[in-house]
T-cell receptor, first 113, second 114 residues
Framework: NAGVTQTPKFRILKIGQSMTLQCTQD?????MYWYRQDPGMGLKLIYY???????DKGEVPNGYNVSRSTTEDFPLRLELAAPSQTSVYFC????????????FGDGTRLSIL | TQLLEQSPQFLSIQEGENLTVYCNSS?????LQWYRQEPGEGPVLLVT?????EVKKLKRLTFQFGDARKDSSLHITAAQPGDTGLYLC??????????????FGQGTELSVKP
């Protein structure tokens, strides 16, 4: 029972490079989310999706892009990496009803140097 | 602007002590979730409170949702080293009337020393 799987677990990028953080879930959840976690700041929502083909911005979307071509996958793309994007990124998914828990992956620790 | 203020941010106590973590907002939430996160892992749900004034217990942990659904608290009785971790509160706001988008507090880093 894999749940939410994120790859890679760690990555170091140079300023200006691009990369895609992968996220896949096997729970048939309609809702998926991308967060970033910085020390003392909790989790900030970057983008979310309520179903395949539908995405929307969260609190801190600048510098990121997402796509949702299937129910299972929700990749997050950084086009021009900047030092301010150094963070731990979490993907989560949930059922499409109120009061449902979000299931998180184990995160991707990203450093931009 | 932080919509959900969580306090304290850090807490270091001895085994056997009691503690309370607070989560406050000026906004009304449809529900409030509490998560626990260990190093190198994602947050894991502890409890969801939905009704104003609701109290839920999970062994030595007691969760309460404020009457006006704007605040919540987590009380741990006789803390143990295994309780060490990051505790996060998250308020749910309605999204397309079919589910919730979570607003997270800053987190409380709890350390329980033996």
């Amino acid at each position: 029972n894999a749940g939410v799987t994120q790859t890679p677990k760690f990555r170091i990028l140079k300023i200006g490079q691009s990369m895609t953080l992968q996220c896949t879930q096997d729970m048939n959840h309609n809702y998926m989310y991308w967060y970033r976690q910085d020390p003392g700041m909790g989790l900030k929502l970057i983008y979310y999706s309520v179903g395949a083909g539908i995405t929307d911005k969260g609190e801190v979307p600048n510098g990121y892009n997402v796509s949702r071509s299937t129910t299972e996958d929700f990749p997050l793309r950084l086009e021009l990496a900047a030092p301010s994007q150094t963070s731990v990124y979490f993907c989560a998914s949930s059922y499409h009803r109120s009061n449902q828990p979000q299931h998180f992956g184990d995160g991707t620790r990203l450093s931009i140097l | 602007t932080q919509l959900l203020e969580q306090s304290p941010q850090f807490l270091s106590i001895q085994e056997g002590e009691n503690l309370t973590v607070y989560c406050n907002s000026s906004s009304v939430f449809s529900s409030l979730q509490w998560y626990r996160q260990e190093p190198g892992e994602g947050p894991v749900l502890l409890v969801t409170v939905v009704t104003g004034g609701e109290v839920k217990k999970l062994k030595r942990l007691t969760f309460q949702f404020g009457d006006a659904r704007k605040d919540s608290s987590l009380h741990i009785t006789a803390a143990q080293p295994g309780d060490t971790g990051l505790y996060l509160c998250a308020g749910e706001r309605e999204l397309y009337n079919q589910g919730g988008k979570l607003i997270f507090g800053q987190g409380t880093e709890l350390s329980v020393k033996p």
